[in-house]
Structures are given as structure tokens and as C-alpha cells.
């Protein structure tokens, strides 16, 4: 999509900009969810983040985007079994949509009815979590996938791996994906279970001042006017980007965890009263992750703080009528516990 | 513009030019009208400005798989492989297409729609299909909604133009404006039309005002301000277009209206803003000029309104802001919905969708036999009636459940709270089990609907929160409100429970007259008529030394009846469970 609005140009929302660079990334940390109200440019920055995202070294012909330089396990049969070093190329990180409406068939793959008739063969046709392998799976409206989906789903986020056993067949094949779902939350609630697989969650709201929503206009004008020039222009900022999370990614196995962000990680958790390990996990990563994307050799305390509200946010004990007040309380808790710490 | 006061038939001769010059910029046009004369005749002007033949039109129970596009039955079983089919909005790419009754579309549709207009295209992924698809489409909403069904907001937000054309009669329709040489002359000339960081400003600023939250509808704005002075073959947008922007886009969305009783300080005439030169970007810091200039704007835009549009704004404001998230597409939701559990033997003719799968693999065995029969070893496949298998899906029905608050003066204040956190408490429970919740509360002279059918337990506890207490108690009325919604909710076919937490002391009659007597009286007779719907229901009690008032009704109304004190969490849970069955 050469066409599709450019990520550094969207105005403000750095909350949800933050979040989905953080996600490319440690694509470890679970997904991200996004949500708001209409017109808060949801989508639209989702779908800018495939225009930004580095290039990964990738199996050549392999459904699955197997990862050459890995051995076993995490990956598909076929490449796994090949002894010899395999063909290599490289392909820009997958982001795959799940468009409402998709059938289970498509999602997680079927019969290959084609080559079974002409041919006679038993054939797999990989689906959607095949080729959102090592990539990206967005769901829009999220809050409205139909439940059957969401099961297929929640199996395979939590495993890594997409088990399908239909129509005679019986395939293995790895799906790591980051999950990326938005929605708006006036149309419905999102399953619980659901809303735990994912990472981070952001809030996104519109902007109601009047510089910004003329930033907006102004922006949008451009674009509209001349899609390739407008590019053109936001074009550098893209690849300094592009590059950062590229360093990041390579810098990710090297950043420094100090004890005490792990012990500061276990009493946010501890004050929140979150369920599992989930969160603490997160929140290590995430912060991480950001110290990754900010060069800095060590996870601090800060990078702790800047990424808490969105670690923590959809985890906290869930009282389905209190929802506004969930980043008071992370924020309260935070600001609690980091007051203690610099005493 | 030469007219100083259009006329509503104007501005929608305008809309029409404008869906066609830059409806793929604006989404296109949420269209308030009642089928009839007028709207055929709107619908041929936005026709014969475009070089469609004609505008095709989307009914409101399309399919998803036409809609999207998805497996060709009768190309696939001749091939013996799968052969896509391109879905509506694929045909439509780069065309005006009319969405019919917009107000009941499904909510899958009302989604399907929204990423066309957003993207351009449509990614497909079912049948064993897996494409993506060019759908720019212009879409014309045709929104015949009453006062009770809304179309979708996520659908209108992206609709820049809206045209009510509900206000005009057959004699209402003026001399056209426009003709397709001027749009096509317009068209050429649209990319070089300036706006200034003025006007700019001042569409922000107002879309703000009108407590609009949504940036699209000032994007639109933009567009149609562009579009406007383009139309009236001006280079540069002057106040005028950005007044045609105002009655187009912003005011029709408006949440809230300035208050206008207040005479607005008369702006001294500023001298017009160099137009023609590019203003470069920079932060707005005229901070002090701004509002004068948007006062002006507005006001502007406002005298342009033809009278009695502004009352008709103001209540419809109110009702939008009420149920934002549209009632309609909700109910609608599970219609073409649910998990597929199996298939069957079937003909497809009938309704329901082809398994593809399930019918090749039925077909398969016979193959070598049916070509031996046919003589024919050339044919690939042959697959008769009785192969056909259909998918079967199970659908969940819906349940709604139904508060019935009493928020009089009898039902005391401290009363009201615990009732609030009783309802809460249920609340929890219906998310758990994934209801539909509504509140209806009534106090003084009637009872209001505060919330419709929603999934959204948020907004229910916002509803609630804001829940004023005081005055007398319309029972009958609260009573009538709610058969009312339990007729409507079974009518769609969903189950129905209504919780009344009451003192049961009725003492408004239906005509609004305080009378205890006939207030009772005329609740009684409600209740009789509510007791006869297939619905169950549960009276709580809240006064404070539960009488025998409410268990009376309770009687009447056939419902379960409870006294709040005993009414903790656990007991109301096992109760409503017991309830429901």
C-alpha cells in the first residue's frame, strides 16, 4: 500500500504510536489494544505501521515466513526437517488484516479443495494466522468478531502455534503474531479473556483543541491533494524510524534488567492486585523494548513509568462498571510507589 | 452563492453537485428523507451530474458474501475449482452507490461499509477465498429513520455531507442550479481553490463549538468548502462556501448549538483576508481575533438557516447524543451471525450458505460411476442436487434485560442510591452473561428511555450516575414505556426480562394529573397490559418499610416480587437467574 497515510505524520495519539513501535519491536509482548471513539484515527495509524515496518530474512517459499537463522523449534514442518541451509529472502514484516465477517476456513486454513480435485491431493491452503507468522494480525472492531473466531484466535496467541485438525487434515504450523485489535468500546464489551492476550492497551481519544484539529485539517489537505508527494515529504522521517526499531530489534538481547526494575515490576503489580505473571512480564519487556527504541543500554525506572499505565491498564481486577477510572488507579499506584522508591 | 437565504432545496441541490465532485474525498452523503417524490427527484439530480448510467443501490439485507464478494457457486462447480465472485462493493469501486434503509443495515454491513470508505479497498477472507478488492466507493446513505431507529454513527461519521430532506415537501422543490457541464468545469478547477489559515481555523473552531468530536467532520468540512467555491468558480474559498460547509457538514452533526438567545457582539466589518496567497502553516497565536472571526462564521451560517431548522436541530442534538452508538444496528447484530456447528443436506435454494467442502466431498465417491453413466469421461465433475450440503449455524438468542428505575420523591433519596447500586450490581451480572441492558427511569410527569438496547455496560453506568431523584411517580406511564420496549425487543425476537425497582406508590395518572387514586388506577391497568406480554419480571421493592403497595403490583404484573433490604447481591443474582430461567 504505497498509498496509505504516513505514520510520523499522524498528529498527536503519541500513547498509540508508542505502544505499536514497542510492539515491532519485542513482538514477545503480546499485542496491542486500541480503544476509542470514532474518528480518533485508529485504523488508520495501525495501517500506517505496515508502511513503516523494517524487512526480516524469511525462508524463500516458505507459507509461514519461517525464520532462516532459527533452528528448531518455531519452525513449520518442511523447514524444520531440511537439513541443507535454506534459500533466503528478505520480506517487509507481514501485517495481515482479519476483516469482520472472515470465515474459519480463511483464518486458520483448510482443505485445499483445488489441488484435491484436480490433483487428488490432501493439500493444506494456509490461512490468515500462516501468514501472520512473525508479523502482525489486526483486527478491526475487535469488540465484534464473532465468538468462534475468538476462540481460534485465543488458542493460537496463547501457543504460538496453530493446531488444525478438519476435513482429514492434520497441520502443525508455527503463528507468533502480534495481535493488534481496535475497537470502539461504546459498541460492546471485549471478552476478557480476549482483552489478557494482549500486551499493551491504549486509550485514544480525539483532540479538542483547536491548534491540533488544524494540524489535522492541514495535514489531511496535503494528503488528499497529492497521496506520492506527500510521502515524499514525511518520507525521511519514515526511514529514521524504520531504522530505530530495526536497531532496537537487533539491540533488544542486549539491554541491561537491573534487579530493582524486576522488584519495582512485582510491587506495581503486587498494589494493583493484577492477576498473574502476565503483567510483570509485560512490563519488564516493555520497558525494555522502549529503552531499546531510546538507545539507552539499560531499563530504567523511567522507561518502567512511561509504559506502566499502558502495560497495566486492562489487567487490573475487573469491575466491569469502573472502567474510567482504571488510569487513575494505575497512575495513583504509580506515582505511590515512586515517591516511596525516591525516599 | 448570490442568494442570501437559500432555501432548503438549495442547499440540497448544492449536496448533490458536491456528492459528485467530491464525494470520494467527503465518504459521501447520510441522507435523511422518507422514500417519496422528493427524494427520487434528489436522487436524479446527484444522477445526472455523474456519468453513471444509474446509481445502484445496496438493500439493507444484502448478504455478506454478496456484499464482499466470495465464492461463485455455479463457475466453481463447473471448473471444479474455486473461482472468486467480486461483491458489491467491489462493482461499485470508483461509483456512487445508495444504501437503502441505512438506519436497519446489520452492524457486519455497517463495518464492511466504513473500511471501504476509510481504505478504498476490502481485504476477503472466506469460502476458501482470500483477496482484496478496489472499493472506493461514494456512498449516498438513504437514512428513512424515524424517531426511534438511527443509522449507525460509525457510519454517518464518515458520511461528510449530510442532507435532510425531510422538511421539504413537493412544493418545496425549486429550479435546479447546476448542470453537469458546470460540475465537470468545477472539477478542473478543484485542486487550485485556496483556503486560507483563517478559514482553517475557523472550521476547527466551530467544529469544536458544535461539541463535534469527531475530526472527519471538519476533514469534510474542508472538502466541501473547497468544493463550493470550486462549484461557484472562485479560486479561493471566501465565507460563503465556508457558510455552505457549516449547513453541509458541521451543523447537521452538531452535538450541542452556541447559545444563540445571547445577541453575539457585533464584529466589526474586518476587511476580507488576503485569499490568494498560500498562508504558510504555523501556529495559530491570533488567539484574541479568533473568536469574533468564528462568531461571525457562525452566525453567518445561522441566519442562512431557514427558520424552525434550528428548534428541529436542537431535539434531534439531544436524541443523537442519547443513543449514539444507534439502537438499530445492535438488535440487527446477529442476524446473518452465529457459529457454525455442522452442516447438512439441504437446497441451496432455500436460503442458508453452500459448504463447498462438504458438497465436493459428498460428490467424490461417485465420480467415476456418474461419468461411466454419462459416458462422458471428459466431464471433471459432476455434482447433482442431493450432494448440495449447507452450513448450519447456530444462533445465540439475545436477551435484554430492562431497568425500571423509580426516581420520585416517594422512592426517597437516600433509597435511590442503594437502588443505583442494586442495578449495578446487576448490571455485573448481565455482562457476565452478555445481555442487552436498557434503563428507563421515571419521575415527575413521565417516563423516559435513558438508555436503549446496548451491550455497553459503560454507558449504562453513566446513564445511571446521571440519574436525577425527586418528584412524583408516573408508574403508568413507566409501565407503558417499558410494554413498549418489550414489544419491540420480541418483535426482533429477543427475550426479554424488565427489573422495576419501585415503592410501588403510583400517584401521576397517565394524563399527567397528581391524583393517587387514579394514578393508581391507571398503573393498574397498565400493569394488566404488561402482564399479558411473553416477558419475565421482577419487582424490587425499595420502600423502607416494604407495604403491601408494590407486592400488589407485583401481583398484577405476574412478575417475582422482592424487598430490597433482603436484597443483597447474592440473593438478587439467584433470584434474576431464577427469573429468567
Known sequence: MSTAYPFTAIVGQDDMKRALTIAAVDPGIGGVLVLGERGTGKSTTIRALAALLPKIDVVKSCPYQCDPHHALPGLCDLCGKSSAAPAKTAMTIPVVDLPLGSTEDRVVGALDIERALVNGEKAFQPGLLAQANRGFLYVDEVNLLEDHIVDALLDVAASGENVVEREGLSIRHPAKFVLVGSGNPEEGELRPQLQDRFGLSVDVRTPSDVPTRVEIIRAREAFDKDRSAFRKRWARKESTLRRRIQRAREALDSIDTPANLLETAAKLCLALGTDGLRGELTLVRSARALAALNSDPIATLEHLKAIAPSVLRHRLRRDPLDESSADIRVERVISQLFNDCDD | ?581
Open chain 2, 1 to 581: 452563492m448570490t442568494t442570501d437565504t437559500p432555501s432548503l432545496w438549495a442547499d440540497a441541490e448544492w449536496a448533490a453537485a458536491l456528492v459528485n465532485l467530491i464525494g470520494d474525498r467527503v465518504g459521501g452523503v447520510h441522507l435523511r428523507a422518507s422514500p417519496g417524490p422528493v427524494r427520487d427527484y434528489w436522487l436524479d439530480r446527484v444522477e445526472s451530474f455523474s456519468e453513471q448510467s444509474h446509481l445502484r443501490k445496496i438493500p439493507a439485507n444484502i448478504p455478506e458474501a454478496r456484499l464482499l464478494g466470495g465464492i461463485d457457486l455455479a463457475a466453481t462447480l463447473q471448473q471444479g475449482k474455486p473461482i472468486a465472485e467480486t461483491g458489491m462493493l467491489g462493482e461499485c469501486h470508483e461509483r456512487i452507490v445508495i444504501a437503502a434503509m441505512a438506519e436497519r443495515l446489520p452492524r457486519n454491513t455497517v463495518h464492511h461499509l466504513c473500511v471501504a470508505l476509510d481504505d478504498g479497498q476490502l481485504s476477503i477472507a472466506r469460502d476458501g477465498i482470500d483477496t482484496q478488492t478496489a472499493a472506493r466507493i461514494t456512498l449516498i446513505a438513504a437514512d428513512e429513520g424515524t424517531e426511534e431507529e438511527f443509522i449507525h454513527g460509525a457510519l454517518s461519521d464518515r458520511l461528510g455531507i449530510t442532507v435532510n430532506l425531510q422538511p421539504i415537501g413537493i412544493h418545496g422543490v425549486d429550479d435546479d442550479i447546476f448542470d453537469r457541464g458546470q460540475i465537470e468545469r468545477a472539477r478542473a478547477c478543484l485542486d487550485e481553490v485556496m483556503l486560507t489559515e483563517e478559514h482553517r481555523i475557523a472550521i476547527a473552531t466551530l467544529s469544536l463549538t458544535l461539541g463535534i468530536d469527531s475530526p472527519r467532520a471538519a476533514l469534510a468540512a474542508v472538502q466541501v468548502a473547497r468544493g463550493a467555491a470550486a462549484l461557484a468558480g472562485r479560486r479561493a474559498v471566501d465565507d460563503s462556501d465556508i457558510a455552505c460547509a457549516l449547513r453541509l457538514c458541521l451543523i447537521p452533526k452538531a452535538a450541542q448549538l452556541p447559545d444563540m438567545a445571547e445577541p453575539a457582539p457585533e464584529p466589526e466589518p474586518q476587511p476580507e483576508p488576503e485569499v490568494d496567497q498560500p498562508e504558510e502553516p504555523e501556529p495559530p497565536q491570533t488567539t484574541e481575533q479568533m473568536p469574533s472571526d468564528e462568531d461571525r462564521l457562525l452566525e453567518a451560517a445561522l441566519a442562512q438557516l431557514p427558520e424552525g431548522l434550528l428548534q428541529q436541530l436542537q431535539t434531534r442534538a439531544a436524541k443523537v447524543r442519547q443513543s449514539s452508538a444507534g439502537s438499530s444496528g445492535a438488535q440487527h447484530r446477529h442476524q446473518q451471525r452465529g457459529r457454525p456447528t455442522g452442516v447438512f443436506r439441504g437446497d441451496h435454494r432455500r436460503g442458508g450458505r453452500v459448504n463447498i467442502l462438504a458438497t465436493l466431498r459428498a460428490a467424490a465417491p461417485w465420480q467415476p460411476l456418474r461419468r461411466r453413466e454419462r459416458g462422458d469421461a471428459l466431464r471433471k465433475l459432476e455434482i447433482r442436487r442431493e450432494d448440495i450440503h449447507l452450513t448450519r449455524y447456530q444462533q445465540r438468542r439475545e436477551s435484554l434485560t430492562l431497568f425500571v428505575v423509580d426516581a420520585s420523591g416517594s422512592a426517597a433519596m437516600q433509597r435511590l442510591a442503594e437502588a443505583k447500586g442494586a442495578v449495578e450490581l446487576l448490571l455485573a451480572d448481565c455482562y457476565v452473561r452478555r445481555d442487552q441492558v436498557a434503563l428507563i427511569a421515571f419521575r415527575d410527569e413521565t417516563a423516559e428511555l435513558l438508555l436503549a438496547p446496548t451491550r455497553s455496560l459503560v454507558r449504562a453506568k453513566k446513564a445511571l450516575a446521571a440519574l436525577p431523584g425527586g418528584g412524583a411517580t408516573p408508574m403508568a406511564a413507566a409501565l407503558n414505556l417499558t410494554r413498549d420496549i418489550v414489544e419491540r425487543a420480541s418483535k426482533q425476537g429477543t427475550t426479554t426480562q424488565y427489573i422495576l425497582l419501585t415503592d410501588g406508590a403510583a400517584n401521576v395518572a397517565l394524563d399527567g394529573t397528581r391524583n393517587r387514586e387514579a394514578g393508581t388506577r391507571d398503573a393498574l391497568t397498565a400493569a394488566q397490559r404488561l402482564a399479558v406480554q411473553p416477558v419475565s419480571g421482577l419487582v424490587i421493592d425499595t420502600a423502607q418499610r416494604p407495604q403491601s403497595r408494590a407486592r400488589d403490583l407485583a401481583d398484577t404484573l405476574r412478575g417475582t416480587y422482592i424487598a430490597l433490604p433482603k436484597a443483597d447481591a447474592h440473593t438478587l443474582n439467584r433470584t434474576i437467574r431464577a427469573v429468567s430461567g
